[in-house]
């Protein structure tokens, strides 16, 4: 199997990033924007924006803790790692 060169593994990570990122905005932003339909629909405000916003945030921090667990090395090492087998090989 033929190990990635560092650059590719950071731009790799650079783009797990921005993804989960924009999964986490979403998340916020979805609960924000369906408390404000809710709120308009039923003339409630701002308690369902106030729910929306708990719920997105806690789906959002719930995605992120489940993606951090999936990690199987901290990316630190897994550079140096590789770094060393490269100069070596």
């Given amino acids: 199997m033929k190990r990635e060169s560092v650059t590719k593994q950071i731009g790799a990570a650079i783009d797990d990033g921005w ?11 979805s609960g924000t924007l369906l408390g ?6 039923l003339d409630t405000a701002p308690w369902f924006v106030i729910v929306g916003i ?6 959002a921090f ?3 803790w489940s993606q951090m667990k999936e990690q199987p090395d ?3 090492v897994t550079l ?8 070596a090989g």
């Fill in 19 to 29: 993804l989960e990122g924009g999964s986490f905005l979403g998340s916020i932003l």
């Fill in 36 to 41: 404000l339909g809710l709120d308009w629909w």
């Fill in 54 to 59: 708990v719920l997105g945030a806690y789906s």
């Fill in 62 to 64: 719930a995605r992120l």
């Fill in 74 to 76: 901290h990316p630190a």
């Fill in 80 to 87: 140096q790692v590789v770094d060393r087998e490269e100069s």
